[in-house]
């Protein structure tokens, strides 16, 4: 048996970089939430934290999605 280090090597790298995309995304969305609530308290709108919010999810969302339909396929 021989292991392909580069291939497992880039494996690597490729799904780090992703996970870590991944976070930043759910942190923005959870972030653009506590927008939203903090311009509530005060009386504001906060229509663009919101839909932010709802943008990084849905990203969040596809991009998981995306990641099963290539482990299914």
Known sequence: MKIDWAALGSVFGVSLVVTVA???LFTLGIAGLS?????????DSAVLAMTGAYV???????????GISLIVA
């Open 22 to 24: 991944l976070v930043a």
């Open 35 to 43: 927008r939203r609530e903090r311009a509530a308290a005060q009386g």
């Open 56 to 66: 990084c999810f849905a990203a969040c969302a596809g991009a998981v999605a995306y």
